[in-house]
């Protein structure tokens, strides 16, 4: 009888629910939002109620939940240690211990982009690769580095925040974390929106921005071609940082191959040191929404092993 996990994937505005087995493969999932009411009730509170829920249709035996929670994630502890974005009282909350006394069983909490790039490496695009950058565009940008076939973690597992290294240090714009110049600021896709509508074009979203470039709109390529330079130089210095055999490129817009992820291949490998180009692959995830889920999991299982 196969091993079944319970993934939760807690972002921004929603949770994602999963029952995982032991090969990466989801069984069933759900999905509530936890900004229903803008946040007047608290996020865990929404989320050990979906739980509840969730296992009261199906309730198989459980080995552990594996947590994907967004913000900086003191993954030794399983709290929240910060955030940069509006979650009222997100900070400072004890998931790990909440959920193992709610629910009287093991439980990791890792940062969600993190979690992407392992449900990728167990599971996904990066299946059987030992050295990976896995960067997300959407709202911000998170990131998880693997190198030597481990998450890099750092001290207290807040290791990998590539969103909030500095790529215009020096006349940058604002970030929300309160320093200048991030990566986010640049590479998001909400950076992407913001020049769009800057430069007068009708752009409520990405998805709009990249209907009018296939259309053969000049400024909408324009635009979208700084953006991919934005992108492209920060993935450049990561990869002589790293070394990696493969960059992942998660987030909605990793679904344009032909205008994102080959224009971004191209120009990382043009920008890099010839010997870091060679056998470098620059590819889209595969795993979308079950990714966070299924890597959560995943570093539930590496955490249990090492125990």
């Known amino acids: ?18 029952l995982v087995d032991e090969n990466g493969r989801v069984l069933r999932r759900a999905e509530r939002s936890v900004s229903f009411d803008g946040y007047k009730t608290p996020i865990l509170d929404t989320v050990q109620r979906a739980i509840r829920d969730f296992l009261a249709e199906d309730a198989p035996e459980l080995a552990g939940i594996g947590v994907s929670a967004t913000g900086q994630i003191d993954s030794r502890r399983g709290v929240v240690a910060g955030t940069c974005g509006n979650f009222p009282g997100w900070i400072g909350v004890a998931i790990k211990g909440t959920l193992e006394r709610a629910f009287g ?17 167990w599971a996904g695009a990066a299946r059987g690769y030992t050295d ?24 207290r597992g807040l290791g990998g925040e590539l ?11 604002a970030c929300t974390c309160g320093a200048i110049g991030c990566y986010e600021r640049y590479a998001a896709t909400t950076a992407l929106v913001r020049d769009a ?10 998805r709009t921005i990249f209907e009018a470039a296939a259309a053969g709109d000049a400024r909408t390529q324009a635009v979208l071609n700084h953006w ?48 870091f180009a060679e056998g470098l692959e620059i590819r889209a995830a595969q795993l979308h929404n079950d990714a966070g889920m299924v890597g959560a999991v995943y570093y539930f299982r590496q955490t249990m092993e090492k125990e």
Not at 140 to 148: D, E, K, Q, R
């Open 197 to 206: 509508q800057r430069m007068g074009l009708d752009a409520p979203d990405g």
């Open 132 to 155: 990976v950058v896995g960067v997300t565009l959407g709202t911000g940008v998170g990131g998880g580095i693997l190198t030597g076939g481990r998450l890099l973690e750092g001290a």
């Open 228 to 275: 991919i330079n934005e992108i492209a130089q920060g993935l450049a210095g990561l990869v002589h940082i790293f070394n990696p055999q493969l960059i992942l490129i998660g987030g909605g817009v990793s679904a344009q191959q032909k205008l994102l992820i080959e224009p971004i291949a191209a120009k990382v490998k043009a920008a890099v040191m010839p010997a």
């Open 1 to 18: 009888m196969s091993t079944i996990y319970l993934g939760v994937d807690i972002g921004g505005t929603a949770v994602k629910l999963g």
């Open 163 to 173: 969103g909030h290294f500095r790529l215009h240090a020096l006349d940058g714009v």
């Open 105 to 121: 069983l093991p439980v990791t909490v890792a940062n969600d982009a993190n979690c992407m790039l392992l449900g990728e490496v």
